[in-house]
């Protein structure tokens, strides 16, 4: 599923009630920096990407945690909504790839062990860009996992919003 859709830096999703919201700004952010920022001036890297890349990562994991330890405690619509959420993420790993082989995976590399999927690259008109395992742009990456992170806010805020009839 194709979550890239909208402009990202300018449609602001209504409405923003949990708090899951914080983190992903600070991602959205971040990636922000990615697309309008050079990675490397001639040889020399800019290690500015790396420091970014770690706390977008570590940021992309605590939007989930936000979801699991805060948003869920909200009511038990919430409970059951958040719950039902994660439970897809782990019945189906197909489709919630992004999740786990992007941002949980490399999430726990860099914070556990403090190696990096993502380095330094030349193209071959000897541009510099940010690759992942196997030839993916990292920025690239980056932005689906935004995107995914903001398709299931987006569905939870509607989920919660219209009320359910038993």
């Known amino acids: 599923m194709n979550y890239v ?3 990202i830096f300018v449609k602001v999703p209504s409405p923003q009630t949990l708090k ?3 983190p992903l700004w600070d991602c959205i952010s971040i990636l922000f920096l990615f697309q309008n920022s050079d990675v490397a001036d001639g040889e020399d ?3 500015e990407w790396r420091i970014y890349w770690v706390a977008g990562l570590a940021l992309l994991r605590t939007v989930g945690h936000v979801l699991a330890k805060v948003d869920a405690k909200i009511s038990p619509e919430h409970a059951e909504a958040i719950a039902a959420l994660w439970k897809g993420f782990q019945d189906d790993r197909s489709k919630s790839a992004i999740f786990w082989t992007f941002i949980d ?3 726990n590399n860099l ?3 403090y190696s990096f999927g993502a380095k330094l690259a030349w193209d071959d ?4 860009y940010v690759e992942f ?3 993916l742009d990292a920025f690239d990456r980056f932005r689906e996992a935004v995107y995914w992170w903001r398709h299931h806010l987006m569905a939870l805020e509607h989920e919660l919003l219209v009320p359910t009839c038993d």
Not at 125 to 128: F, G, H, K, L, W
């Open 111 to 113: 914070l556990k062990t």
């Open 45 to 47: 890297e800019l290690p």
């Open 5 to 7: 859709t909208g402009d």
């Open 105 to 107: 995976r490399e999430r």
């Open 125 to 128: 008109n000897q541009d510099a």
């Open 133 to 135: 395992e196997g030839g």
């Open 20 to 22: 899951a919201w914080l």
